[in-house]
């Protein structure tokens, strides 16, 4: 059995209904496929190598990084069904720009706090939603559109099926969370 590793990434999350339709839709094109869990759907936005055991410090260091994060909610709409022999994934026909303003800012703050993003990785947003061998296709889908209002910092189990939540963010605003006086 292969040793356990653990990874740390950020990410957003559809909403649960939604999550569950994305896999449903998934099992319908390739119902062979091993296909992701709907409670582990999401769109990764930042992620470090994976180390041989939990590293504390990585998680200290990334949760800071998150604390400061100052970011409006954007929509995002995932509506191009990707697949190749390997993997199935919902993709966007266009980028959003305060998605790639997030991922600066992740991508940022990870440098200062000395956390490196995993090795050759480049921001390319997506949603996988099964591991197969199947055929290659590439077409539009209707489309899972949805107000993305937070950030979460997970803890991947790599070879567990196991994502911990280690933290969450309102997308407050760009100037960040306001306090009120009332």
Request: glycine letters at 8%; proline letters at 7%; charged letters at 25%.
């Given at each position: 059995?292969?040793?356990?590793?653990?990874r740390?990434?950020?990410?957003?999350?559809?909403p649960?209904?939604?999550?569950?339709?994305?896999?449903?839709?998934?099992?319908?094109?390739?119902?062979?496929?091993?296909?992701?869990?709907?409670?582990?759907?999401h769109?990764?936005?930042?992620?470090?190598?994976?180390?041989?055991?939990?590293?504390?410090?990585?998680?200290?260091?990334?949760?800071?990084?998150?604390?400061?994060?100052?970011?409006?909610?954007?929509?995002?709409?995932?509506?191009?069904?990707?697949?190749?022999?390997?993997?199935?994934?919902?993709?966007?026909?266009?980028?959003?720009?305060?998605?790639?303003?997030?991922?600066?800012?992740?991508?940022?703050?990870?440098?200062?706090?000395?956390?490196?993003?995993?090795?050759?990785?480049?921001?390319?947003?997506?949603?996988?939603?099964?591991?197969?061998?199947?055929?290659?296709?590439?077409?539009?889908?209707?489309?899972?559109?949805?107000?993305?209002?937070?950030?979460?910092?997970?803890?991947?189990h790599?070879?567990?099926?196991?994502?911990?939540?280690?933290?969450?963010?309102?997308?407050?605003?760009?100037?960040?969370?306001?306090?009120?006086?009332?």
């Amino acid at each position: 059995m292969a040793a356990d590793l653990h990874r740390y990434f950020f990410a957003f999350l559809p909403p649960d209904q939604m999550a569950r339709q994305m896999v449903q839709e998934a099992v319908r094109l390739d119902p062979g496929a091993q296909h992701q869990r709907a409670d582990r759907v999401h769109s990764t936005i930042g992620i470090t190598d994976d180390f041989p055991s939990p590293r504390p410090e990585v998680a200290a260091a990334l949760l800071a990084v998150g604390q400061g994060i100052a970011a409006d909610p954007f929509i995002c709409q995932f509506d191009r069904i990707m697949a190749r022999p390997g993997y199935m994934a919902l993709r966007l026909s266009r980028r959003s720009r305060p998605m790639g303003d997030l991922f600066r800012q992740i991508e940022s703050g990870m440098r200062r706090k000395g956390c490196k993003l995993r090795e050759g990785y480049a921001h390319d947003p997506h949603i996988t939603l099964s591991y197969r061998g199947g055929l290659s296709c590439n077409r539009l889908v209707p489309g899972y559109r949805w107000l993305v209002e937070d950030l979460v910092l997970i803890h991947s189990h790599v070879g567990e099926t196991r994502h911990d939540i280690l933290g969450r963010w309102s997308l407050s605003g760009a100037e960040g969370p306001q306090l009120s006086l009332f």
